[in-house]
């Protein structure tokens, strides 16, 4: 699969307008989280569950069912139709304590990434983004993400960044940003499931259906898509293994994030014994590391 194959892609875009924004304020998608943690692979949907259920984070063998309000009957009816699954606990918290942080507007170079339910006041040479987290986690002001953020806001000015690859994409906002920024193409990977959805819906509130694939599968199989610049906020063990990888070297241009200080440290030595240039690093507490780097050109 190339990153060319979309029959809706037109060569001919150009990076998308700034966002009118409203001044108008919603609500955000709850105001409570009711979640249960069973073990196993249950198998549902909002159909199952009425419009209460908000999603399903499969981990592995285990699950965490979201609603928006006490569903212990449909938990017991899930559970007495599938003997195989266990429930271990159930949880209720707010939704902004579920995120960490409340989701609010905030600004990354030209980008300005808000909740739908709560917009900011336009600003001249801003490029809106609309990022709804659902459940997921990724408001997009984690130091990791809002570093990706920057770099990709410095990069996309080179005209030569057509296409771009987001790996362990979350709520798709690293390919949101770089399709908003200038790249007629962008491909999100994430391997949960959950976190594809959210990616999508989040695609199709920015109008950019047509310039960004959201895709399920692993990092470390859909690295061969074909792209100008790769980014990538994972695990360190992915994180080794797509570095070490000979599809790395075919994209031209790296944002690398989702890093410790040692596994920085680690990964930084394996680009240069690959002959790539880091040009940039960003830390945040000398905790998370972020880096910008090049490939050596290859030859035709």
């Not at 979640?35 to 198998?43: C, D, N, Q, V």
């Not at 980008?111 to 040479?125: A, E, F, M, N």
């Not at 986690?137 to 990791?144: Q, Y």
């Not at 030569?160 to 200038?182: C, E, P």
Request: charged share 25%; aromatic share 8%.
């Amino acid at each position: 699969m190339t990153l060319n194959q979309n029959p809706n892609f037109e060569m001919g875009s150009s990076p998308k307008s700034p966002v009118p924004l409203s001044e108008s304020k919603g609500a955000a998608p709850c105001d409570e989280l009711h979640i249960y943690h069973i073990h196993g692979f249950p198998a549902c949907d909002a159909a199952g569950f009425g419009p209460a259920f908000l999603g399903n984070w499969q981990e592995e063998d285990y699950a965490f069912l979201f609603f928006s309000e006490p569903s212990e009957p449909s938990i017991d009816r899930l559970l007495a139709a599938r003997p195989d699954l266990t429930l271990l606990d159930k949880y209720h918290m707010k939704y902004d304590d579920w995120h960490g942080v409340k989701p609010v507007p905030f600004r990354v170079g030209r980008l300005l990434i808000y909740p739908p339910w709560d917009p900011p006041r336009t600003q001249k040479k801003t490029y809106g983004i609309q990022l709804d987290p659902g459940v997921v986690f990724g408001t997009g002001t984690h130091a990791t993400t809002r570093d990706c953020l920057e770099a990709i806001d410095r990069l996309l000015p080179d005209k030569t960044i057509q296409t771009a690859l987001d790996l362990g994409t979350g709520t798709g906002v690293l390919a949101i940003a770089a399709a908003t920024l200038g790249c007629r193409h962008a491909v999100a990977v994430d391997l949960n499931g959950l976190a594809v959805q959210t990616a999508a819906r989040n695609v199709r509130k920015n109008g950019l259906q047509d310039r960004v694939w959201v895709l399920q599968g692993e990092a470390e199989t859909l690295i061969g898509c074909r792209a100008d610049l790769l980014v990538a906020n994972v695990h360190h063990a992915v994180m080794q293994k797509l570095v070490r990888s000979e599809a790395f070297s075919s994209k031209r241009w790296f944002v690398l994030s989702g890093l410790l200080r040692r596994q920085a440290k680690e990964i930084r030595e394996m680009l240069i014994r690959r002959r790539a240039d880091v040009l940039e690093t960003w830390h945040r507490d000398d905790t998370w590391f972020t880096m910008l780097g090049k490939n050596p050109e290859r030859s035709p």
